[in-house]
T-cell receptor
Framework: GQQLNQSPQSMFIQEGEDVSMNCTSS?????WLWYKQDPGEGPVLLIALYKAGELTSNGRLTAQFGITRKDSFLNISASIPSDVGIYFC???????????FGKGTLLTVNP | DTGVSQDPRHKITKRGQNVTFRCDPI?????LYWYRQTLGQGPEFLTYFQNEAQLEKSRLLSDRFSAERPKGSFSTLEIQRTEQGDSAMYLCASSLPTGAGLFEQYFGPGTRLTVT
């Protein structure tokens, strides 16, 4: 199957700082999705990207679809304690659009 | 709340027992997926339904696993003769049948299975 590589694996930041994380693939994706998962819960869809070069925002979150279609980036501005969690990138593939996920970036925000 | 729901949220069972999980997707979503997530990993695809038809199964889905979606609404995932390696979070997701929403899967809260 497809593999997505996320970096960094974890981040420790101070409240108010900006955060950047990325996701790369050896294969081309036509859609990129970013999810956030809190402990013991299911992933929550944050942003969906459909076009190479596209930049999409959702509040303090901004995601970009890389022009090569093999990568995507997620930025969080002015982090707050509730931003803590694991952020996953995912891409649909195959005829039934099942999702393949990266291993996630664990974000910790120190108040 | 009209999101995806799963029941139970937690299940502890002894090795060798059978367990069944239920997923209720968002009502207008006819596409339903099951995933499994272990610690430190992202969710991994198990199986896919379009309406009541099971159209794809992963190699991860051994013959001890069976899934159904009898009326094209809720789905069940059954694991027979559970093994310790089955301990994981089982996630259900659903999406719209057409349009951009086709790719946007919405997840339920998951069922955490612990096999002792």
């Amino acid at each position: 199957g497809q593999q997505l590589n996320q970096s960094p694996q974890s981040m420790f930041i101070q409240e108010g700082e900006d955060v950047s994380m990325n996701c790369t693939s050896s294969s081309i994706f036509n859609t990129w999705l970013w999810y956030k998962q809190d402990p013991g819960e299911g992933p929550v869809l944050l942003i969906a990207l459909y076009k190479a070069g596209e930049l999409t925002s959702n509040g303090r979150l901004t995601a970009q679809f890389g022009i090569t279609r093999k990568d995507s980036f997620l930025n969080i501005s002015a982090s707050i304690p509730s931003d803590v969690g694991i952020y996953f990138c995912a891409g649909p593939w195959g005829s039934n659009y099942k999702l393949t996920f990266g291993k996630g970036t664990l974000l910790t925000v120190n108040p | 709340d009209t999101g995806v729901s799963q029941d139970p949220r937690h299940k502890i069972t002894k090795r060798g027992q059978n367990v069944t999980f239920r997923c209720d997707p968002i009502s207008e979503h006819n596409r339903l997926y099951w995933y499994r997530q272990t610690l430190g990993q992202g969710p991994e695809f198990l199986t896919y339904f379009q309406n009541e038809a099971q159209l794809e199964k992963s190699r991860l889905l051994s013959d001890r696993f069976s899934a159904e979606r009898p009326k094209g609404s809720f789905s069940t995932l059954e694991i027979q003769r559970t093994e310790q390696g089955d301990s994981a979070m089982y996630l259900c997701a659903s999406s719209l049948p057409t349009g951009a929403g086709l790719f946007e899967q919405y997840f339920g809260p998951g069922t955490r299975l612990t096999v002792t």
